[in-house]
C-alpha cells in the first residue's frame, strides 16, 4: 500500500503527539494519583441509614487516616444530606456518597469533585479545599421529574 | 453519457423506493426531534414554561430518542443501501425483501417507543438508565428497532457477498465495503444494548424478575454507546472520502487508505465504552485507562481522515491552476451546497474531535462529566459533522431517487441552511461548552438551585443557548422544506449520484482488507482484553440489584 510522504509525516507527527499526550495522563493517574472516582466498595442501598459511615451524614473528623475529615452524603430523589454544611478552609478531606434509590450525579461545580453514585456502590474522592466560598452540589445525573431540583452547598470557611 | 452507463449509474426504481421509504421516517424525526429541542432550549433560558401536560424530560426523552437513535439510524439505513445498490449493483429480490422486513421491524418498534413516550410510561432519556423503570413495551419497541437494524444490515451482508462471489479476486468497490464495515461495528456493537434490554431491562419491566443488577447494565449500554457515535460518523465520514470528491470535480487520494482507516475504525470504537464510566464506582481505574488507551487509537485514523481530504481539495486545487500557499481555497466550489453543506461539518469536526479528547482523557473528564459541555460536544459532532453531511447527501440523493434535481433556488436555500446551522451551532454549542466549564449540569430543566450564586452564572449561557436554538430551528424549517420540494414538487431531471474515482486506479487495493475472518477475529480479541475483567469484578463483586422507579 503506497503512502504519500508527508502522510508518512504527518502521521508520524500525529501518533508522536498522542504517545506523549498518553504518557502524560498516564503519569499523572498512576505516579501522582490522580485517578478518577473508583471505589470498589458496595453497600445494600435499601440499608443505607444504618450502615456506617452513612449513619452519620455531613462531616465528620477523623484520626489517624492520610485525610482529616470524612464528608459523607446521602443522596435519595431528590434531596442530599446533608442539604448544606460548612467545611473548613485548607482541610484535606475524604467525600463519600452513596445512593438509596436511582442513579444520581453529584458533581460541586467550581471543583473536580464529579462522580456518578449507583444504588449498591459507594463513591469517594479524596481533595483539599483550598479556596474559601460557597460551592454548589448539583445532581448532574437525570433521576426523575425534580432532577433539577436536588442540590445542596458545601462552605468552605475560615 | 451513453444508455448503458445511464442505466448503470441509476438506482433501480424499486431500490430508491426502499430508499425513500428510510428517507421519509428519518426527516419526520428531525421535525419531531428538533421541536422538542427548540422547546427544551427555551425552557431552560428561564423564560418560557412548557403548556399544561408536558414534561421537561418527556421532551428530552422524545429529543435523544427521536434523533439520536432513530433519525439517524433510518438514514443511515437507507444511504446504506442506495450506496450499496448504486456501486454493488441493484439488490436482488431476497435482498431487497429482506431489508423492506428490516424497515417495517424498525417502524413498528419507532412508534412503540414513540406512543410510551408521549403516554409519560418512559421518560428514562435515551440512555434508560435502570433503575428508572420505563413501561415494557417501550422496551420492546427499541428492540424492533435494533433487530430491524440487524435485519436491514443482513441484507447489506448479502449484498456484499453475492458481488465477491461474481469478482472473485477484486476488491469491493469502496463504498460497498465501507457500508460493510459499518454494518459489521454496528451488529457487533449492539449486541451489548441488546443484552441489557433482553435478559436484564425486558424482564424486569415485565415483572419476571425483581431486580437489576445497575451496574452491569450500565456498562453493556456503554458498550454499545460509543461505537454507536462511530455508527453516526462512518456514513459521513463515506461522503468525505468517496462522494465529496466527486462533486468537486477531484479524485479520492487513496483508496487502500480509505479502507484502511475504516478497518481501524471497526478496530477501536468498540473496546472503549469505559471511557463514559471514567468517574463510576465499581470499576477498577487501571481497566478504565486501558480503554482510554484504546479510545485515543481512533486518533490515527481520524488524522488519515483529515489528510486525505485536504489533500484531495489541494490537489484539485491545483490541478484548476492554484497558486501558492492556499490559493487552492479559491478554486473549491463555495457556491454548491452538496460540497459547502458537508464541509460546514467537516470544518465543525476539528473542534468536535479535540473536545472528545478532553472527554476521554481521564482527569479532564472529572471537569467536565456529565455537565453540558458535553451536550456541546455532541452537539458539535452528531449534530453538526454527521448531520450537515446527511443533510448535503440529501440535498442530491433525494432527487436521484424520485427522478428530480435539485434547482438553482433550492441549491441557495440550502447554502443558507448550513450558514444558519454554522450560526446557531455557534451560539448553542459555545455556550454549552462554556456553561460546562462553569458546572451546570446537562440534561437538567431550568432551575436557580435555591438562588445559588454559581447557578446564576448559567443563566445568560442558556439564554444564549435558546437565540442558538432558535436559530437551528429555523434551518430544520428550511431542511424540512427543501426536502418535501426535491421529493414531490422540484422539476423532472436526472440529478446525479456522484462517486469518486481513485487517484491512482493502477493500486489495486490489498485484498487483506477484505479479510473478515482476520478483522472480526481481532475485534472479538480487543473486545475480549477490554471487557473480560471488568465485567468478571462487576458479576463477583455485585451488590444486591435494585427494584424499578418511577419517578417522574
Known amino acids: 500500500m503506497h503512502i504519500h510522504k508527508f502522510e508518512k509525516i504527518w502521521l508520524i507527527f500525529g501518533v508522536a503527539t498522542l504517545l506523549v499526550f498518553l504518557s502524560v495522563i498516564g503519569v499523572s493517574a498512576f505516579y501522582l494519583g490522580n485517578q478518577p472516582p473508583s471505589c470498589l466498595a458496595t453497600i445494600n442501598p435499601e440499608q443505607v441509614d444504618t450502615q456506617a459511615p452513612f449513619d452519620k451524614p455531613g462531616l465528620n473528623k477523623v484520626e489517624g487516616k492520610e485525610w482529616d475529615y470524612e464528608l459523607v452524603f ?4 431528590f434531596n442530599y444530606t446533608p442539604g448544606e454544611v460548612e467545611v473548613p478552609l485548607g482541610a484535606k478531606v475524604k467525600v463519600l456518597a452513596t445512593t438509596k434509590d436511582v442513579v444520581h450525579g453529584f458533581n460541586v ?17 479524596v481533595t483539599t479545599f483550598d479556596k474559601p466560598g460557597e460551592f454548589l452540589i448539583v445532581c448532574n ?12 452547598m458545601i462552605k468552605v470557611v475560615e | 453519457m451513453n444508455a448503458f452507463t445511464e442505466k448503470v449509474n441509476k438506482i433501480d426504481r424499486r431500490d430508491a423506493k426502499l430508499g425513500m421509504a428510510h428517507f421519509y421516517v428519518a426527516f419526520i424525526g428531525l421535525f419531531l426531534g428538533g421541536m ?18 408536558i414534561g421537561y424530560y418527556q421532551l428530552l426523552t422524545l ?15 437507507g444511504f446504506q443501501f442506495m450506496a450499496v445498490s448504486r456501486t454493488a449493483g441493484t439488490l436482488t429480490n431476497k435482498q431487497r425483501k429482506t431489508a423492506w422486513v428490516g424497515f417495517w421491524l424498525m417502524t413498528i418498534g419507532t412508534v412503540m417507543a414513540a406512543v410510551m413516550i408521549l403516554l409519560s410510561e418512559a421518560s428514562v432519556l ?9 413501561h415494557a413495551l417501550f422496551y420492546v419497541g427499541l428492540t424492533l428497532v435494533i433487530v430491524g437494524s440487524w435485519t ?19 476488491p469491493s468497490p469502496l463504498l460497498t465495503f465501507m457500508a460493510l464495515v459499518n454494518t459489521l461495528m454496528w451488529i457487533v456493537a449492539t449486541i451489548g444494548v441488546a443484552s441489557t434490554v433482553l435478559f436484564q431491562l425486558l424482564p424486569w419491566s415485565l415483572g419476571l424478575v425483581e431486580r437489576v443488577d445497575v451496574a452491569i447494565s450500565r456498562t453493556l449500554f456503554w458498550y454499545f454507546g460509543h461505537p454507536l457515535v462511530y455508527f453516526w460518523l462512518l456514513p459521513a465520514y463515506m461522503a468525505w472520502y468517496v462522494i465529496v470528491p466527486k462533486i468537486i470535480g477531484g479524485k479520492i487520494f487513496s483508496d487502500s487508505l480509505a479502507r484502511l482507516s475504516f478497518i481501524l475504525f471497526l478496530l477501536f470504537s468498540i473496546p472503549v465504552g469505559l471511557h463514559h464510566q471514567l468517574v463510576e464506582p465499581g470499576i477498577d481505574p487501571a481497566w478504565k485507562f486501558l480503554q482510554v488507551i484504546l479510545t485515543f487509537m481512533v486518533i490515527v485514523p481520524s488524522l488519515m481522515t483529515a489528510f486525505s481530504l485536504f489533500a484531495t481539495f489541494e490537489t484539485f486545487g491545483r490541478s484548476q491552476g492554484a497558486t501558492g500557499l492556499f490559493g487552492w481555497l479559491k478554486k473549491l466550489p463555495w457556491g454548491d451546497a452538496r460540497f459547502l453543506i458537508p464541509f460546514i461539518g467537516m470544518l465543525s469536526f476539528i473542534p468536535g474531535g479535540a473536545g472528545g479528547i478532553i472527554n476521554a482523557s481521564n482527569q479532564m473528564n472529572q471537569v467536565v462529566h456529565n455537565t453540558i459541555w458535553v451536550t456541546g460536544h455532541f452537539h458539535l459532532t452528531v449534530a453538526t459533522a454527521v448531520i450537515l453531511t446527511f443533510f448535503g447527501i440529501s440535498y442530491w440523493l433525494i432527487p436521484h431517487l424520485t427522478g428530480r434535481i435539485l434547482t438553482k433556488a433550492m441549491n441557495k436555500l440550502a447554502i443558507l441552511q448550513g450558514i444558519l446551522w454554522a450560526i446557531g451551532m455557534t451560539f448553542m454549542s459555545g455556550a454549552m461548552h462554556a456553561a460546562g466549564l462553569l458546572g451546570a449540569p446537562r440534561r437538567s430543566a431550568f432551575s436557580e438551585y ?73 475485534v472479538v480479541l480487543l473486545i475480549a482484553f477490554a471487557y473480560t475483567i471488568p465485567f468478571i469484578d462487576l458479576i463477583e463483586n455485585a451488590p444486591i440489584g435494585s427494584k424499578g422507579y418511577k419517578l417522574w
Do not use: D
Not at chain 1, 116 to 121: K, T
Not at chain 2, 153 to 169: E, L, Q, T
Open chain 1, 74 to 77: 446521602v443522596a435519595s430523589a
Open chain 1, 109 to 125: 461545580a467550581g471543583t473536580n469533585i464529579n462522580m456518578m453514585l449507583e444504588p449498591g456502590y459507594i463513591s469517594e474522592f
Open chain 1, 141 to 152: 445525573e437525570y433521576c426523575g421529574a425534580g432532577h433539577h431540583l436536588m442540590s445542596s
Open chain 2, 36 to 53: 422538542a429541542g427548540l422547546l427544551q432550549t427555551l425552557v431552560r433560558s428561564g423564560q418560557f414554561t412548557l403548556p399544561a401536560g
Open chain 2, 63 to 77: 429529543h435523544g430518542v427521536v434523533l439520536a437513535l432513530v433519525m439517524t439510524t433510518f438514514f443511515i439505513m
Open chain 2, 126 to 134: 435515551y440512555t434508560f438508565y435502570a433503575p428508572l423503570q420505563a
Open chain 2, 152 to 170: 436491514g444490515g443482513g441484507a447489506i451482508i448479502m449484498a456484499y457477498v453475492g458481488w465477491r462471489k461474481k469478482h472473485p479476486g477484486q
Open chain 2, 450 to 522: 435555591g438562588g445559588a450564586a454559581q447557578a446564576a452564572e448559567w443563566i445568560p449561557y442558556q439564554i444564549a443557548q435558546a437565540v442558538g436554538g432558535s436559530i437551528l430551528f429555523i434551518a430544520i424549517i428550511l431542511v424540512i422544506y427543501i426536502f418535501i420540494n426535491l421529493a414531490f414538487f422540484a422539476p423532472k431531471g436526472e440529478e446525479e449520484f456522484p462517486v469518486g474515482e481513485a487517484a491512482n486506479t493502477a493500486e489495486k487495493a490489498p485484498m487483506i482488507l477484505e479479510n473478515w475472518k482476520l478483522w472480526l477475529g481481532i
